[in-house]
């Protein structure tokens, strides 16, 4: 799992409902980001971190919230789920070399 | 704009026979290379990467890819391919400090027998 855990691995939300999705590494790295991967469209970015208490937006943020209070934990937090949001995500970290590390994903589906 | 594109959505190959998977990128600058393999279900994997130096690079499972700067592209390749490489590829592209990797849109890969 490169050193990125996440859970859960599979998850069904009603729209409207909101949840955390969790993201976990234990290589002490800096740098964490979010990505969903979408059918035909590779992965986009959500939001990122440089370090615990930095966070900023990447391509696609709306609809998600994240926080980073320590160096090992990245949760992403969608606020009032929506059919839209079905993805697959998935949590990454890397060192300041810009090749990025994958956990396992969570497929997320909203009805 | 920047972007990433693989040309092929989907590729079937004979088990034994040689695999070119194309990428071309659109950067301002050239940027750091990178091509990730995903196994259905699963993450996704680090393969080989471009940083600087040779432009041929080697990667995992016996795979290469060659960086050529007149033509934005970054193709893998592999001389023989097994079953076990059935899978989706991706090139992706980023900046050197930058948290913002681009990926190309995938290419699955289907190895007949």
């Known amino acids: 799992n490169a050193g990125v855990t996440q859970t859960p691995k599979f998850q069904v939300l009603k729209t409207g409902q909101s949840m955390t999705l969790q993201c976990a590494q234990d290589?002490?790295?800096?740098?964490m980001s979010w990505y969903r991967q979408d059918p035909g469209m590779g992965l986009r970015l959500i939001h990122y971190?440089?370090?615990?208490?930095?966070?900023d937006q990447g391509e696609v943020p709306n609809g998600y919230n994240v926080s980073r209070s320590t160096t090992e934990d990245f949760p992403l937090r969608l606020l009032s789920a929506a059919p839209s949001q079905t993805s697959v995500y998935f949590c990454?970290?890397?060192?300041?070399?810009?090749?990025?590390?994958f956990g396992p994903g969570t497929r997320l589906t909203v009805t | 704009a920047q972007s990433v594109t693989q040309p092929d959505i989907h590729i079937t190959v004979s088990e034994g026979a040689s695999l070119e998977l194309r990428c071309n990128y659109s950067?301002?600058?050239?940027?750091?290379l990178f091509w990730y393999v995903q196994s259905p279900g699963q993450g996704l994997q680090l393969l080989l990467k471009?940083?600087?130096?040779?432009?041929l690079v080697q990667g995992i499972k016996g795979f290469e890819a060659e960086f050529k700067r007149s033509q934005s592209s970054f193709n893998l390749r592999k001389p023989s391919v097994h079953w076990s490489d059935a899978a989706e590829y991706f090139c992706a592209v980023a900046l050197y400090n930058n948290n913002d990797m681009r990926f190309g849109a995938g290419t699955r890969l289907t190895v007949k027998p």
């Open positions: 971190s440089v370090g615990a208490g930095i966070t």
């Open positions: 471009y940083f600087s130096g040779d432009t």
């Open positions: 950067y301002g600058a050239t940027p750091y």
């Open positions: 290589m002490n790295h800096e740098y």
């Open positions: 990454a970290r890397r060192t300041v070399l810009p090749e990025q590390y």
